[in-house]
């Protein structure tokens, strides 16, 4: 799925907003230059990563410079190494200049977002367990980082509270004294057509109940790599096959690149890491500026 373009408009408008101010000024470039100059500028790569987010930064220098010329060299999705171009822009100097910070931004974050993902999933391949982010997300940016994931080669989760019915600790406390497989159990019940019912499980006792209660996905939370989860991924799959039914075992908690393959040779299906979203590593990207009177046509 692609990025909508109403919300591309949207983020870059506010993005630029926050940048220029109530009046829309840059006060360092209307000092700087003294006549309206032709410039061209590149985007390349510092470091080697899986570019996301060229949508948005081509939509941030279009909006400074409706005349802009923009040449990109790589795609969303794609790889790019050190030193390699990702992005030719020719026009007027002081708009590349107002666009150049937003424009960064966007791409370098959404670009960290999906080499940070890249990475989890080169590192299960094969195993067949997806990985999948959270919402722990940056607060009104969620669409375009759940794209970064994307783009990464991950799996979207839920995006928010109403997509999907996911019962976790705080739920199970609220509704106590009641049991787990009682409230499984209603809200298996009462979810919307196609609307999946996930049950995070602390132990292996809460796992089993969540299946009995009717759970479509189990999410076994902090559960300790090892012994213990691989005796609960078969126990919870034999109390679904004795039920007649088939539970998908997600996994969450504790997981970083250097033990995500070890989780995933356990035999779990889906494996959900916020770090995907909360702790990337924006990309190095630089935008290095050349002025002169360059015409759209010196860009290919």
Do not use: W
Not at 62 to 88: F, K, N, Q, T, Y
Not at 114 to 128: E, K, N, S, Y
Not at 151 to 166: C, K, P, V, W, Y
């Amino acid at each position: 799925m692609e990025l909508p373009a109403a919300l591309v408009d949207d983020l870059v408008r506010r993005a630029l907003g926050e940048d220029l101010g109530p009046n829309g000024v840059d006060l360092t470039t209307a000092v700087a230059l003294r006549t309206p100059r032709r410039a061209r500028a590149r985007i390349v790569a510092k470091s080697a990563g899986v570019l996301a987010g060229l949508p948005l930064a081509l939509a941030a220098f279009s909006s400074c410079d409706p005349a802009v010329h923009l040449v990109p060299h790589r795609r969303d999705g794609e790889r790019v190494e050190r030193g390699g171009l990702v992005l030719e822009i020719a026009g007027d100097a002081a708009a590349l200049l107002r666009a150049e910070r937003s424009a960064l931004n966007f791409l370098q974050q959404l670009s960290g977002i999906a080499t940070l993902t890249r990475a989890f999933v080169d590192a299960v391949a094969g195993t067949g367990a997806a990985i999948l982010d959270t919402r722990k997300t940056s607060p009104g940016l969620r669409a375009v980082e759940k794209y970064a994931v994307r783009m990464g080669g991950g799996t979207n989760h839920r995006f928010g509270l109403f997509d999907q019915i996911l019962l976790k600790e705080n739920h199970f406390a609220c509704a106590a004294p009641e049991s787990v497989e009682s409230v499984v159990a209603r809200a298996v019940a009462r979810s919307p057509a196609g609307v999946p019912v996930v049950a995070e499980a602390r132990d292996l006792g809460e796992a089993l109940a969540a299946v009995r209660g009717g759970a479509q996905i189990v999410m076994l939370d902090n559960f300790e790599l090892g012994t213990g989860l691989r005796d609960a991924v078969r126990a919870v799959r034999g109390e679904a096959a004795r039920l007649g039914r088939r539970v998908a075992l997600e996994i969450s908690g504790g997981i970083v690149l250097d033990n995500v393959a070890a989780y995933a040779a356990c035999g779990v299906d889906r494996i959900s890491v916020g770090a995907l979203t909360h702790s990337a590593k924006a990309l190095d990207l630089s935008l290095l500026v050349e002025i002169g009177a360059v015409a759209p046509e010196a860009v290919r």
